[in-house]
DNA sequence: GGTAATAACATGTCATAACAAGTTTGGAGA
DNA sequence: TCTCCAAACTTGTTATGACATGTTATTACC
């Protein structure tokens, strides 16, 4: 059991080793399609089952995304330039060994209110789609997402797997490039609701954070209220970050 | 469409909903063994694949883990107490939009150095398994992480996927709970390899992190040299985190 | 030429089947 | 009683096949 040990792997961690070094390698950048499932069970020599489980696992690590009837592309990295670094070093350090996870509480049509319809440009009569969550950080609830879509973005919303993060979804399968987002804090007590949904007395103390954000071109396509536990609000104070790095990028990337 | 539109939504979905609900409902603690696969399949009137689906899904979200012959089991929430807390705000706020993923590079069994001989409280005639991996954010490599295991330990890594992290595998699947950790910092310059994996020139500076690992037992399980890029390193600052919080835990949970 | 039906192709879901490999259990034999 | 081995049970891997559903390109009709 000397060196690099690849001894017998499976079939279909080979086929996704293969893809991950040439996605990594750049030779599929962002947005490229990749080879169909039925090319790759040729190229490779496998059935289809082997072939997806190796595109699934190359998706969970959001490489890739696919698209129904269309195939499968090469994923966008970078999201949201604003804050692309700075979980870098921490994430890096930390990242191991916690779990998040998120668990949709609803999803549905609304009649929206005068500011969810004013953050989104949406006319008196039209719809927007409203979606809550819960977020948990190691088994324990830390956030109540409350989001507001636009009625041609939110559509598409019903038949996805919203237990996961969202933005990589617009991005990547909704093909919406997201860009700037603006935020605002302040403290409240929890209503009965939230408290019920983060496992809290009702008039606990929580943050409560309103995001508004706005594809590349500016248009808004998500406004959120997001209530945070009262426990987690410290955090708040991490979010100050040193902005005189070197340069954002250097040699060779 | 209104309201809770589940209309249709797949099979595998809904068992992984489910058994979602049922381990945040505390109906299986952590490591406790879930229904066997033939049990599910029973019980839900679907075929095996089916299953796997659903339970593939709660694993990749860290709700389970399942270990060959054995079981499928509850996995175990927090990890490493010292930080548990603190991503909890960063993360929800911002994770929603960068990509993390590692790449093996080569893992085999060394004689080790003296340093990791008494790091991990190796007799000199036992050998160590040493893990060299790239880790990713956004497409970009910040680390290389080299770490040593003691044979007992490193003899199970063979066979496990490492292009994820490799704490919760540990605690989770190996059975190792982890204690504390011991970790020192230090800038030095990049030498040829490092710097040919992180793609920066040789000599350009870099984070220097030594870390320790020790089982609850205060076992040493795992000793590494991590090597941050250098435009990553001001993040240093931010592992300086505000220690008045209220509680660590309060009413509820 | 424009449009609408259709074929071809992509991924999504699900069933049945088989064997490999790790773990536990119980029984046979010393 | 203790040890060892085989049976039974677990998850892991892989194949074949089928139909559903979404997309794109082509073809035929008006």
Do not use: C
Not at 130 to 142: A, D, K, M
Not at 232 to 250: A, L, N, P
Request: proline share 5%.
């Amino acid at each position: 059991m000397k060196d690099n040990a690849m001894q017998h792997q499976p079939l279909y961690l080979q086929i996704k080793d293969t893809l991950k070094k040439q996605i990594l390698e750049g030779k599929y950048v962002p947005y490229q399609k990749m080879p169909s499932e039925s090319e790759l069970m040729a190229s490779f020599g496998v059935s289809r089952i082997t072939v997806r489980q190796a595109l699934r696992d190359l998706h969970r690590e959001g490489l890739i995304f696919t698209t129904q009837g269309k195939g499968t592309f090469a994923s966008k990295p970078k999201a949201m330039q604003e804050v692309q670094h700075l979980e870098g070093f921490e994430e890096a350090m930390n990242s191991q060994g916690y779990e998040t996870s998120a668990q949709l509480v609803s999803i549905r049509e609304v009649n929206p209110t005068k500011e969810v319809q004013e953050k989104l440009n949406i006319q008196s009569k039209e719809g927007a789609v409203e979606v809550i969550r819960v977020r948990y950080l190691n088994r324990e609830p830390v956030s109540v997402d409350t989001s507001f879509f636009p009625m041609e973005v939110g559509r598409h919303l019903f038949s996805r797997d919203l237990g996961r993060d969202i933005f990589p979804l617009l991005e990547n399968e909704l093909n919406i490039p997201l860009g700037r987002a603006e935020i605002s804090l302040e403290a409240r007590p929890a209503d009965a609701n939230i408290a019920k949904l983060l496992q809290m007395e009702p008039g606990a103390p929580i943050m409560w954070v309103q995001r508004l954000t706005h594809d590349v071109n500016d248009n808004p396509v998500d406004y959120e209220y997001l209530a945070f536990r009262g426990d987690s609000y410290k955090y708040h104070f991490h979010v100050e970050r040193d902005r005189t790095r070197t340069s954002g990028k250097q040699g060779g990337l």
